[in-house]
């Protein structure tokens, strides 16, 4: 079966602009996460889908970060105003449902804030 | 909220030899744990993982055990490859699914 798809792979901007990930899970999968993986460390969740309703985003920033899932397929999250500390890798992985089932990622954005 | 700790944060062993990677977390409520490979430009993939309801599960060269009253899991590899070699990272997810990863380890296995 075809994985967890991403676009961009990689992204350049200076700060205060904008940008946009895009994300298209495995088909079928209800449940999808954006995480937010710096250099060195473990990704960290930012939003988690349930199909189109948010089911956590606690952890988004949600002065410059959204993200959307229409009609409960592909998700795009977009960055506005970016600034340099948003520099990292931006994973998205889906699951058949959340809880206690084996998470698929997506091979990321790099984004980089000059 | 859920905090998971790793350690070690890097480790290195020879070819054949076994490597440990440990985790703790502090949700009492967190009943999944799973384990996941990263390798260099790529998403994590799971690689194992155990539920609370059992203290140990093993995959051929892989293996995870749980201690529940301890609040920690551990993942041990034997007979360590060169393909092993990659960023581990043990996770936790506890109530309302929230899926907290630990720092990861990056193993590297000499030849």
């Known amino acids: 079966e075809a994985g967890v798809a991403q676009s961009p792979r990689y992204k350049i901007i200076e700060k205060r602009q904008s940008v946009a990930f895009w994300c298209n899970p495995i088909?079928?999968?209800?449940?999808l996460y954006w995480y937010q993986q710096i250099l060195g460390q473990g990704p960290k969740l930012l939003i988690q889908?349930?199909?189109?309703?948010?089911?956590?985003d606690s952890q988004l920033p949600k002065d410059r970060f959204s993200a959307e899932r229409l009609k409960g397929v592909d998700s795009t999250l977009k960055i506005q105003p970016a600034k340099l500390e948003d520099s990292a890798v931006y994973l998205c992985a889906s699951s058949v449902t959340g809880g206690e089932y084996e998470q698929y990622f997506g091979p990321g954005t790099r984004l980089t804030v000059t | 909220g859920e905090n998971v700790e790793q350690h070690p944060s890097t480790l290195s062993v020879q070819e054949g030899d076994s490597a440990v990677i440990k985790c703790t977390y502090s949700?009492?409520?967190?009943?999944?744990f799973p384990w996941y490979k990263q390798e260099l430009g790529k998403g994590p993939q799971l690689i194992i993982d155990?539920?609370?309801?059992?203290g140990e599960k093993k995959d051929q060269r892989i293996a995870v055990t749980l201690n529940k009253t301890a609040k920690h899991f551990s993942l041990h590899i034997t007979e360590t490859q060169p393909e092993d070699s990659a960023v581990y990272f043990c996770a936790a997810t506890g109530g309302y699914q929230k899926v907290t990863f630990g720092t990861g380890t990056k193993l590297q296995v000499i030849p």
């Open positions: 949700d009492s409520a967190s009943n999944y």
């Open positions: 889908f349930q199909n189109n309703g948010v089911v956590d």
């Open positions: 155990i539920r609370s309801n059992v």
């Open positions: 088909s079928g999968h209800a449940t």
